[in-house]
């Protein structure tokens, strides 16, 4: 029976999932009918592959988190568990590249820095995230085999849902090995961001030196620009903090509240960081427009 308190962060987590499936749905859905309309663009081929991870890594966060809160039995029968685990890999991978690849392409795009190496990277954008998703592969090529020894290293250590027979510093290493290449997608997404921060605060700078009197509109751009990716390191930051708490409540026995909030804190990131897409981006912020007008007018009717 789940207490007072575990129920409110139930409903909590249930109604972040669902804003985070319509929003990215929203936000995939836009832009497959933009490539179908005109002609296909990078920028559309990464925000289709960032809502489509997303949803799906919704969707695994909280399958996996109703069988560990209301039939935990389950992990000790069959193959749920390898199941689980690989789509996890797989998922949240692809989630944590297309995010970066989107910081990359803006930063190549927006910043503006006069270092040879990013003049070179910002001439041939377009080879940059082909390039990257090399990395992808390779990382999930990688990661494949150690998560098929850690899956039976842990069938052999008798894990349940809730409890884990194993040494915390040897299980903290296995989950590090295995999420290297998040981890560093998730490192380059924060430098990358926070260079493009710095480029665009040293732009408005100088636009404020040089136009006196009324604030410019790119001025105003900048500002939201900056906005923008400081809510994106603040949702990542708190995503990855919801992980690190899911992780570690196979050493908190039955602790059903401090998983539900894991749970929560992670689904606030691709709820979050879809509707800020939304708000920051002209041609999705015109389609969110119309589609209420539509639904005003029909509420109306």
Not at 62 to 82: E, H, Q, R
Not at 121 to 135: C, D, E, T
Request: charged share 10%.
């Amino acid at each position: 029976m789940l207490s007072v308190v575990d129920s409110i962060f139930m409903f909590v987590l249930i109604s972040v999932s669902i804003l985070g499936i319509l929003g990215n749905g929203f936000i995939g859905l836009v832009n497959c009918i933009d490539c179908v309309k005109n002609k296909f663009s990078m920028i559309a081929f990464i925000l289709i592959g960032l809502a489509i991870s997303r949803i799906c890594l919704i969707l695994i966060v909280i399958t996996d988190g109703f069988i560990k809160v209301f039939s935990p039995a389950m992990y000790a029968s069959g193959n749920l568990i390898d199941y689980i685990s690989y789509l996890w890999v797989i998922i949240n991978q692809s989630s944590t590249w297309f995010a970066a690849s989107l910081i990359i392409f803006y930063f190549l795009k927006i910043a503006n820095f006069s270092n040879y190496i990013f003049l070179w990277l910002k001439s041939r954008i377009n080879r940059v995230i082909p390039l990257l998703m090399g990395s992808l592969l390779i990382s999930l090529l990688l990661t494949f085999p150690q998560i098929v020894k850690i899956i039976n290293d842990y069938k052999m250590k008798n894990v349940t849902a809730w409890h884990l027979n194993m040494d915390k510093s040897e299980f903290f290493m296995k989950q590090i090995l295995l999420n290297l290449g998040v981890i560093f997608l998730f490192t380059l997404s924060l430098i990358t961001c926070f260079l493009l921060i710095v480029s665009l605060w040293r732009h408005n700078r100088q636009i404020q030196l040089n136009v006196t009197g009324f604030k410019d509109s790119n001025t105003e751009a900048h500002v939201k620009a900056i906005k923008v990716l400081i809510s994106f390191i603040i949702l990542l930051i708190l995503h990855s903090i919801g992980i690190v708490i899911e992780i570690s409540c196979f050493f908190v026995p039955e602790n059903k509240l401090l998983f539900i909030f894991g749970m929560t804190t992670t689904n606030i990131y691709p709820w979050g960081h879809s509707f800020i897409l939304i708000l920051g981006n002209s041609k999705l912020k015109q389609a969110s427009l119309k589609v209420l007008q539509q639904l005003k007018c029909c509420k109306k009717g």
